[in-house]
């Protein structure tokens, strides 16, 4: 059976320069497995020539690319997306168009290469800069175990890419995925700090819709702690299940955690920081890149941070 083709957008406002060269660049690198396409809310009608120029000069395929707008891909008959990238600099004063439907989205905003004033050698250096930055976050995508990864840890990670350097102040929201129990007070406090602190993240209500074994996996490599330190002994059948026996291997493990979703201990938080097990809550402040204002008090009363935002104890 022949590998998957994924279709791809990049999204820019006038589709002259930076998702020009993202959808050349894609279809040079991503060996055969990506179909890249380019669009713009408000299309120049033209491709920047230095963009061309660069293309060509880099070796780089420039048949068929053209400065079009969003509309051709809104139509029953248009390809399928299976990502869309914005690529536009919000931070510019730009408005980054909106995609309707459920493909996996993200914003890898840099800066615009074509406002760029100056020297003809300035100019073009612009268009290095931007093509370097592009072709960063595209080898970044294109490594990716795309068929191996779950939509949520998948989407963690192409929003990560947009944050690499040269990233634009409209890359800066975070997101972040919490495995919630709703009955547990330490994932409630957990999920609370993460909203105190401004960010509304992914719920994931585990015992509902438990993680694979595939991601539970995966999860539990991102901590850096031992499997066993994510298993939950209180109120489960850790011990009839006899996994007190430290001869049990991860798989063992594993298999009794995907069988039996409450040992999963809560809450695991994702964001792209890293992989937590919060116990106690406040471990969570060490994945979210911001300082929290005011202050924060647990369910039972103790203090988590004072009125400027800062940890008590």
């Known amino acids: ?57 880099l070796g780089h395929p420039v048949e068929g690319l053209r400065s079009k707008s969003i509309d051709e891909f809104a139509g029953a008959d248009a390809p399928v997306m299976d990502f869309v990238f914005t690529v536009c600099d919000n931070a510019a004063g730009e408005v980054c168009p909106i995609w309707p439907g459920h493909p996996m989205t993200a914003h890898w905003g840099i800066e615009d290469p074509a406002a760029v004033t100056g020297t003809p050698e300035q100019r073009e250096q612009a268009f290095h800069t931007a093509f370097r930055l592009l072709a960063h976050r595209i080898r970044a995508f294109i490594a990716l175990p795309l068929a191996g990864l779950e939509r949520e840890s998948l989407r963690a990670q192409i929003q990560h890419i947009g944050h690499a350097e040269g990233a634009s102040a409209a890359a800066a929201p975070v997101d972040v995925v919490i495995y919630h129990n709703p009955d547990c007070g330490t994932s409630r406090n957990t999920l609370a700090l993460i909203r105190h602190c401004g960010f509304e993240p992914h719920v994931i209500e585990y015992l509902k819709t438990p993680p694979s074994r595939a991601l539970l996996a995966q999860l539990a490599a991102r901590t850096g702690e031992p ?24 798989d063992a493990l594993l298999d009794a955690m995907v069988a039996h979703p409450i040992l999963i201990n809560r809450p695991l938080v994702v964001s792209p920081l890293g992989v937590a097990l919060c116990r106690p809550s406040e471990r969570v402040l060490d994945l979210l890149p911001v300082r929290p204002r005011g202050a924060f008090v647990k369910e039972d009363g ?5 009125a400027q935002g800062r940890r008590v104890g």
């Not at 690198?29 to 293309?55: I, N, T, Y």
């Not at 499997?227 to 991860?250: F, H, Q, V, W």
């Open 1 to 57: 059976m022949s590998e998957r083709v994924f279709n791809v957008l990049f999204l820019c406002t006038g589709n002259s320069a930076r998702s020009i060269l993202a959808e050349s660049l894609l279809n040079q690198l991503g060996g055969g497995r990506f179909r890249a396409f380019s669009a713009g809310s408000q299309p120049k009608g033209e491709v920047h020539p230095l963009a061309l120029g660069l293309l060509r000069e």
């Open 227 to 250: 499997l066993r330190a994510l298993i939950r002994e209180k109120g489960t059948p850790y011990a009839e299940l006899g996994l007190g026996d430290t001869s049990l291997s991860d």
């Open 302 to 306: 103790e203090a988590v941070l004072d």
